[in-house]
Antibody, heavy 121, light 108 residues
Framework: EVQLLESGGGLVQPGGSLRLSCAASGFTFSSYAMSWVRQAPGKGLDWVSAISAAGSTTYHAVSVRGRFTTSRDNSKNTLYLQMNSLRSEDTAVYFC??????????????WGQGTLVTVSS | EIVLTQSPGTLSLSPGERATLSCRASQSVSSSSLAWYQQKPGQAPSLLIFGASSRATGIPDRFSGSGSGTDFTLTISRLEPEDFAVYYCQQYGSSPQTFGQGTNVEIK
C-alpha cells in the first residue's frame, strides 16, 4: 500500500525557514517523480514544485522560486521541501504527492494527508 | 502559464441527478494531460480521471471525463451521497502545472 507521510510543519515567523519531509513507502520511490502542492485555509489547490525520479530536475512555481528548494534522498525514500524567507501568504497545508511515472509531467496518483505551515508573528 | 477556469463555482444538485463540471484552459493542454481530483472536507485530494478521460484505479464508472485542447468536462452520471465534494481539474503537460479553482458539488 502506498503511503506518504509529511512532517515538519508548524508555526514560523515571517522571514523564517522550515524544512518539510515526506516519507514514502509501499512503492519503489526512486522510480517516480514527486510533487508538493499546497492549500491555503479555505482555498483551492496550488502547485508548488516537482522533482524528477532521479532528482536531477526540479520545477518550482513562480511564487516560491528562489525561496523554496525541492530535493529527495532516494536511499531514504524521502522527499524534502526547504522553505526560506517565508511570508504570510505561504500559510497553507502542504501535501506531497506521487506522480504516476518517472517524469514530472504526469498525474498525481497518491497524496499524503498534509502538514500545516503557519507563517505569523 | 496555463490558466484553468472551472465552472460553475458551485453546483447544487440532489442525489441521483447528473452533474456536469467544466474546465476551460487559457491555451491548449498538451497530449490531453488533464486530470480531475475529488477532495472531501479535511481530506487530501484523490485522483479520479487522468489523460482527460481515463478513470483512475477503483473509480466507479459513473465518473467520466471528456474533452481535448482547451475544453474539458467531468460528468457524474448519477450522484451518490459520497460524491458531494469539491472537484479540481489540473493540467500536468507543461510547467508550471496548474489547478483550476474548484467546483463545489453540494446537496440541494
Amino acid at each position: 500500500e502506498v503511503q506518504l507521510l509529511e512532517s515538519g510543519g508548524g508555526l514560523v515567523q515571517p522571514g523564517g525557514s522550515l524544512r518539510l519531509s515526506c516519507a514514502a513507502s509501499g512503492f519503489t520511490f526512486s522510480s517516480y517523480a514527486m510533487s508538493w502542492v499546497r492549500q491555503a485555509p479555505g482555498k483551492g489547490l496550488d502547485w508548488v514544485s516537482a522533482i524528477s525520479a532521479a532528482g536531477s530536475t526540479t520545477y518550482h512555481a513562480v511564487s516560491v522560486r528562489g525561496r523554496f528548494t525541492t530535493s529527495r534522498d532516494n536511499s531514504k525514500n524521502t522527499l524534502y521541501l526547504q522553505m526560506n524567507s517565508l511570508r504570510s501568504e505561504d500559510t497553507a497545508v502542504y501535501f506531497c504527492a506521487k506522480a504516476g511515472e518517472y517524469s514530472v509531467y504526469d498525474k498525481l496518483d497518491y497524496w499524503g494527508q498534509g502538514t500545516l505551515v503557519t507563517v505569523s508573528s | 502559464e496555463i490558466v484553468l477556469t472551472q465552472s460553475p463555482g458551485t453546483l447544487s444538485l440532489s442525489p441521483g441527478e447528473r452533474a456536469t463540471l467544466s474546465c476551460r484552459a487559457s491555451q491548449s493542454v498538451s497530449s490531453s494531460s488533464l486530470a480531475w481530483y475529488q477532495q472531501k472536507p479535511g481530506q487530501a485530494p484523490s485522483l479520479l480521471i487522468f489523460g482527460a478521460s481515463s478513470r483512475a484505479t477503483g473509480i466507479p464508472d459513473r465518473f467520466s471525463g471528456s474533452g481535448s485542447g482547451t475544453d474539458f468536462t467531468l460528468t457524474i452520471s448519477r450522484l451518490e451521497p459520497e460524491d458531494f465534494a469539491v472537484y479540481y481539474c489540473q493540467q500536468y503537460g507543461s510547467s508550471p502545472q496548474t489547478f483550476g479553482q474548484g467546483t463545489n458539488v453540494e446537496i440541494k
